[in-house]
Nanobody
Framework: VQLQAFGGGQAQAGGSLRLSCAAS????????MAWFRRAPGKDREFVAAITKRSELREYADAVKGRFTISRDNAKNSVYLQMNSLTPEDTAVYFC?????????????????????WGQGTQVTVSS
């Protein structure tokens, strides 16, 4: 599966952005999907994940209550609604797809779970 993320840009602190990730192929519904981000000078980190039929959604503590992950399998797309943005959310955001699932929520935090990655979209939040 090929992934393309878009929707990044600039926002003021307290503002909102919505990221989208479009997937190619007809097997999108078989993949767990996730968003990761890499801030300047830092390693890439987990942001949010959603299972194949949206039965489980998991969030990093840093974004819990502010970000919402969703998907539309009919449109081969996954979304990340980001509200109450802070300068600490400034990063390149990547979407990722993984073919396996687990009942363990922490399973989805690991990059190794995901075999397919998009190219990233820049989000910049100013104070």
């Amino acid at each position: 599966v090929q992934l393309q993320a878009f929707g990044g840009g600039q926002a003021q602190a307290g503002g909102s952005l919505r990221l989208s990730c479009a997937a190619s192929g007809r097997s999108f519904g078989r993949y767990a999907m996730a968003w990761f981000r890499r801030a300047p000078g830092k390693d890439r980190e987990f942001v949010a994940a959603i299972t194949k039929r949206s039965e489980l959604r998991e969030y990093a503590d840093a974004v819990k209550g502010r970000f919402t992950i969703s998907r539309d399998n009919a449109k081969n797309s996954v979304y990340l609604q980001m509200n109450s943005l802070t300068p600490e959310d400034t990063a390149v955001y990547f979407c990722a797809a993984g073919p396996r699932t687990s009942d363990s929520r922490t399973y989805y935090y690991a990059e190794a779970v995901y075999g397919y990655w998009g190219q990233g979209t820049q989000v910049t939040v100013s104070s």
